[in-house]
């Protein structure tokens, strides 16, 4: 069973910046597909960033641009830099890794903007 830890939530007003990080408590080595989705209230869960085992990343339409995705093998941990943070991005952001046929979840973290 793998475990996804998430923090770097908050309050920030529009146009900030926060930075999400997610430890994997396996080798991201080992891992198909990685990334981070966000769910608002009333809405359904969305992608907003992911990268392959190859590399390649991709990012929502709605945050091209403004987020940015990385990661540090060696800590087994992914991050998402929020720049620019609009009303709009408000949400709760989970963590996600596809390990063989398995995928996992973290426990989300709140991500509120506003003034």
């Known amino acids: 069973q793998v475990q996804l830890v998430e923090s770097g939530g908050g309050l920030v007003q529009p146009g900030g910046s926060l930075r999400l990080s997610c430890v994997a408590s396996e080798s991201i080595l080992s891992a198909n597909t990685m990334g981070w989705y966000r769910q608002a209230p009333g809405k359904e869960r969305e992608l907003v960033a992911g990268i392959s085992r190859s590399g390649l990343m991709g990012y929502g339409k709605s945050v091209e641009g403004r987020f940015t995705m990385a990661r540090d093998n060696a800590k087994n941990t992914m991050y998402l830099q929020m720049n620019s943070l609009k009303p709009e991005d408000t949400a709760v952001y989970y963590c996600?890794?596809?390990?063989?046929?398995?995928?996992?979840w973290g426990q989300g973290t709140q991500v509120t903007v506003s003034s």
């Open positions: 996600n890794a596809q390990f063989l046929n398995a995928h996992y």
